[in-house]
């Protein structure tokens, strides 16, 4: 079975363009994750979805950032404008909660850099 | 408010050493999951062990071992006779299992182990 698909691998933009990162979850997980990694602040919790519905937003950083799922095997977060300091790895991760912390399956990340 | 604290930033040891790696947390709720994961030089993030609050066994698999205490809010990872292969980062989270975010997952801010061979 494939795992948690993430694209593109390496973005390198430039401030001020939209960046879309897309996520693939693993079939049949009705969670899914999206994840920042960086040296200062480490693995931050953006926002997750259960059932394709966005059930905790509060890590999303400002309104430059959105995400969506429109469906169960397929999501985007979306930087717009974007800026230097939105450089980061930024991972998915699915699970099978059943309504309790299930495994996170992590894609491999997305390595943004805004210049 | 949930928080996971790894205080060790960096860690380096010979081969064949044991070494144990700390994680303290704080939660306001009795029921909580408590994780490691492994983030090796790859950078993918790969699942280790899963615990809930309510069972405070210590867990072997293989050379590596968890010690929960609630006493001390603590679940520390121990690995034992290291191996070049464990270099990596080793990350503690925590979830809260309030039924309106019982699954949302803070993690700590990771420890890296170096083992030199």
């Known amino acids: 079975d494939a795992g948690v698909i993430q694209s593109p691998r390496h973005e390198v933009t430039e401030m001020g363009q939209e960046v879309t990162l897309r996520c693939k979850p693993i079939s049949g997980h009705d969670y899914l994750f999206w994840y920042r990694q960086t040296m200062m602040r480490g693995l931050e919790l953006l926002i997750y979805f259960n059932n394709n519905v966005p059930i905790d937003d509060s890590g999303m950083p400002e309104d430059r950032f959105s995400a969506k799922m429109p469906n169960a095997s397929f999501s985007t977060l979306k930087i717009q404008p974007s800026e230097p300091r939105d450089s980061a790895v930024y991972f998915c991760?699915?699970?099978f909660g059943q309504g309790w912390p299930g495994e996170l399956f992590f894609g491999e990340g997305s390595r943004l850099t805004v210049l | 408010a949930q928080k996971v604290t790894q205080a060790q930033t960096e860690i380096s040891v010979v081969e064949k050493e044991d070494v144990t790696l700390d994680c303290v947390y704080e939660?306001?709720?009795?029921?909580?999951?408590l994780f490691w994961y492994k983030q090796p030089p790859s950078g993918e993030l790969v699942f280790l062990i899963r615990?809930?609050?309510?069972?405070?066994q210590n867990e072997i698999s293989g050379r590596y071992s968890w010690n929960f205490q609630k006493s001390t809010s603590s679940f520390n990872f121990t690995i034992t006779a290291s191996q070049v292969v464990d270099s990596a980062v080793y990350f503690c989270?925590?979830?809260?299992?309030?039924?309106?975010?019982?699954?949302?997952?803070?993690f700590g801010s990771g420890t890296r182990l170096s083992i030199q061979p």
């Open positions: 615990r809930n609050s309510f069972d405070e």
């Open positions: 991760a699915s699970s």
């Open positions: 989270a925590l979830s809260e299992a309030s039924y309106s975010n019982a699954s949302k997952i803070i």
């Open positions: 939660t306001r709720d009795t029921t909580y999951y």
